[in-house]
């Protein structure tokens, strides 16, 4: 594959639309190029948060992931720029095996109370493969330039 082709490969995903989601859209990709699908509020009515406050946005799906992948809930940019709208635990894992509805955690981290509309477009979904670690207990480890070195040790140099 060329540095200018695409993977063309997708992956079917099982959805469930939940009583209070039906009247919403799958999510959906915005553009060709596009890495995440909106998750849109199924909320019955809007929910305010004021600055500083956290709450579950229901977005009415349930899933069934296939084997070997997860489904990412990440931040939308815009919300977090316009407003101070964030992910406190992005990006959010949903396990294959996990059946319930997917919720989004959501904090006002801005100045002004700011209000989740019903539809509203609240995260993103993005698709991911999922590869499992084996531990291997060992009593030394390579040893490498940097070491135990962390928390902004690299950028001591000048720049």
Not at 8 to 17: A, L
Not at 36 to 57: F, H, I, N, S
Request: proline letters at 8%.
């Amino acid at each position: 594959m060329s540095v200018s082709e695409k993977p063309s490969g997708t992956v079917g995903i099982k959805v469930r639309r939940l009583s209070h989601g039906l009247d919403l859209p799958l999510p959906a990709y915005a553009t060709q190029g596009a890495a995440g699908m909106d998750l849109l509020a199924a909320l019955d009515a809007p929910m305010l948060l004021e600055p500083g406050q956290r709450g579950l946005v229901p977005t009415g799906l349930s899933i069934a992931l296939p084997a070997g992948y997860e489904l990412q809930v990440r931040p939308r940019s815009g919300l977090a720029l316009k407003h101070g709208i964030v992910l406190p635990n992005a990006p959010g894992t949903i396990d294959e095996d996990y059946r319930g509805e997917i919720g989004v955690i959501v904090m006002n981290a801005g100045q002004e109370a700011f209000v989740v509309e019903p539809g509203m477009r609240i995260a993103q979904a993005v698709i991911a493969p999922v590869i499992r670690a084996t531990w291997i207990e060992c009593d030394n480890l390579d040893e490498t330039e940097r070491g135990a070195g962390g928390f902004g040790s690299t950028g001591t140099g000048a720049s």
